[in-house]
Each structure stands twice: as C-alpha cells, then as structure tokens.
C-alpha cells in the first residue's frame, strides 16, 4: 500500500490528515513510499511535482533548506540539511521502492494529489499557502533589587535570540509559511525594584511601554510573570502586540527540550491567531498541537494552517 510521508518532521507534510502545504512560487518535499507502478495524477495548471533524482539531490536540499532558514547559520540548520541530503540520497537509489517527490506551486488554492495503483488510490490536498513576514523583537529585562542595584530578571540573554528565530522560522515557516524578521534584542531597564515576580499590573504598566516601536510583536523575557491559569507560563496582549514568557517554559505540557520554546511558540501563535481576525484565543482541545489546552507541541495541523494562514 502506496502512502506519502514527510521528510522532515513538521515539514508542512500532514500525512495523518491527507494534506501538505506549498510555498507559493515555491516547493515542498514528500516521500511516495511503496511507489511500485503508482501514477501520479495533479492539476497540472496549478502544480508540477517531479522525482528527485541523484542528481538533484544536493541542489534541492540546498534550496529547500536556504528558503527555510534564510541566511542564519545554526548547528539547527546544519543537522536539517544532512538529514534531508541523506534521505533523499534514500528515495533517489533508481532501484529503491520509495520516491521523492518536489512538489512546486505554479498557481494558488487547493489542489489534490493523487497515487493510484490499480484501483486503489491514495490522496493528499496541496494547500498553496502565501508567504507572510512579520517583523519581531525581544526586549529582556533589568529591574533594580532591593539594594537599588540593576539586576538581569531573566537567564535569557539576546545572544540568545538567534536559536528562538530558528525555531519559530521553522516551527511556522515550514509548517504555514509564515516567517519572522527580527528588528531588535536588546535589555530594558525599569529604574524599580519590581520582585522576583513580575504582576500582570506591573507588566502593563511599567514594561510593555518599552516595547518596540514599529515592530509587529514584542516578545519580553522577563523572568518569572503571574499568568493566568489558562495560560499558565506567559501571555500575549491582543491590544499591544506584545507577549511575555517565564524563563523556565511550561515543562508540564510540552517534552522535554521543548518547554520554554514551545511556550513562546505558542504566544506568537496567539498573535497571528488574532492579526487574522479569528474570533477567541485560539486554544483548541486536539492535544499534542500547538495552542491546544491539553498537552502540546510545536505540531502544527489542517486545522492550526487554515486558521493563520490561507489558501
Ligand atoms: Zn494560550
């Protein structure tokens, strides 16, 4: 039995849910496993989909990977490259039964994609997603102790933001093609003692005046904040574009590695939630996605795409 599944995880291939995502103007990578007499069959105005042959390997690992993660060179980026290089050495051997397939978007909308051996037929719809860019900064806080001396209320430093840009570029770009710039990371300091414990009150007042002007969302690293229950380890305010996440994540609902990035993930997913006008929060219950009240991760789905992006 033929299947399509993802070369990458979170890749913007939805196997379980018969879906994946192209970049308008651009492509996507999946693997036809079990590909033995398959014949594809695509809209051929809105898409062209070709194997990945020996020869092409490099060049379209290249590409794929430069079109995710831009310019910015990470040990991420690095390991990303080797893996889809050698799976897709994998699909290309010309006696293999599994086949790469590039799937570009020559037009815009829906269209399906569909392997059929005999009569039995396996299908994937092709969401072709516009790009988004939003810009971005981080502001990491300074407050004074008790002795009247400035102290860093975070662990996080700005050395640190190209790590949290990799992954939300990953996390939403190759998931939705929505991608982030950043527009400045830098310390503020408040000239007053405010605790180990940041209040909501405190954050409104004497903080979130400190954000970036200009920029689309600020993200603040404050250390420890008061978040609400639902939202227990940080906060996005629809009314100022800005978000706030504790240092240490929300370890409970995300796995292990994933807690503190997940959390912030999970606040820029607010945020675009609501530059699309979509009516609540954004939290759902299909557990292990993002967003989701449950247990979550940085997965997207169908559902999670159409809500921030569109086709
Ligand atoms: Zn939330």
Known sequence: MASFVQFLQRSGVYAAQGFMIVPRGGFNLVCLRDSKDVRLSYDRGRLQVDDVRLEHVERVAQEYIDTRYGKQKSQERDDQLLRLRTALYATARPQGLARGLKVSAKGVGI??????????GIRLEVAILPRKDFTIAFKFLRHLDQS??????????PDDVPWFLTRLNWTFGAQTNI???????TWITVQKALGPKISRDVFRKDIVPLKKRGAD???????????????????YLPDEQVCVVVDQGNPPVFDHGEAFIGVMAHEVGHFLHHKRNMPG???HDRGGILLSSGL?????DKQLVSNLNAW
């Open 296 to 300: 979550e991760s940085l997965s997207l």
């Open 148 to 157: 009247g001396k400035v102290i860093n209320a975070t662990k996080w430093t």
């Open 179 to 185: 991608f982030f710039t950043l527009v400045d990371a």
């Open 111 to 120: 269209p399906e994609l569909k392997a059929t051996r005999g009569n039995i």
């Open 217 to 235: 969302l600020t993200c603040f690293l404050v250390g420890d904040y008061d978040a609400m229950a639902t939202e227990a380890a940080g906060q």
């Open 281 to 283: 929060s954004g939290h």
